[in-house]
């Protein structure tokens, strides 16, 4: 069981203690992450890091909690853009900006991503289809479409789940010569689709 920290320098150790985590599963694995080693990396003894987290399971659970918060503040960031943009350019921006963050750190989240089975990943995602959801009916409200879409909330959820079990798969086991510039393109063509939008000119963004 995970304790809840008031002072400020006990937060940092749990933040501390989550970051070393997520290295630790990164470059270890599952299996590897032991609390011995999290703890040095962490810079802290075996018995510090009992004293705020009960096991490694409650550790790793931080870490998808770190992971999930960072993914709702993107998804959140851009239901407030929706008003001003069409389908397709929240899409690719918001998936953009998904893959920015798993590659940050060196790619730490996208190491920890191919775990996702061992993990309670599913729980999670459940919160962001939940947002992904609030966000296409922000859209619609905004960019009411001439004729009714039949079956709408059935097509959102498996666009949705298509989008996120996708990255899940594409960042575990990558499929050769399909990139992620062409998966979040054939999603924002899917999401016009979907929608009834009007087409609209694809999208090239230059590789950085």
């Known amino acids: 069981m995970r304790r809840n920290p008031r002072q400020e320098r006990s937060k940092a150790m749990v933040t501390s203690l ?5 290295l630790a599963i990164a470059e270890h694995g599952i299996s590897g992450a032991n609390t011995v080693l999290i703890a040095e990396k962490a810079g802290v003894s075996v018995g510090s890091l009992y004293q705020y987290f009960d096991s490694k399971e409650d550790l790793f659970e931080g870490v998808l909690e770190q992971m999930n918060s960072g993914l709702l503040a993107i998804v959140n960031a851009q ?3 929706l008003p001003n943009k069409d389908i397709r350019v929240f899409i690719h921006d918001l998936l953009d900006q998904v893959w920015q963050f798993l590659e940050a750190n060196d790619q730490r989240y996208l190491h920890i991503v191919k775990y996702w089975a061992q993990l309670d990943f599913v729980r999670f995602m459940n919160e962001l289809q939940n947002r992904m959801t609030t966000a296409f009916a922000i859209y619609i409200m905004h960019h009411p479409t001439n004729a009714p879409v039949s079956e709408l909330p ?18 575990s086991d990558p499929a050769p010569h399909i ?23 694809p999208i090239t963004r230059l590789k950085v």
């Not at 097509?155 to 996708?166: E, P, Q, W």
């Not at 393109?185 to 016009?192: I, M």
């Open 79 to 81: 239901i407030e853009q």
């Open 179 to 201: 990139s992620r510039e062409k998966i979040i393109e054939v999603f924002a063509q899917l999401a016009e689709q979907v929608l009834g939008a009007p087409a609209s000119v």
């Open 154 to 171: 059935t097509k959102i959820y498996v666009l949705i789940n298509s989008v996120l079990f996708t990255i899940v798969r594409h960042v």
């Open 18 to 22: 989550i970051d070393a985590t997520a």
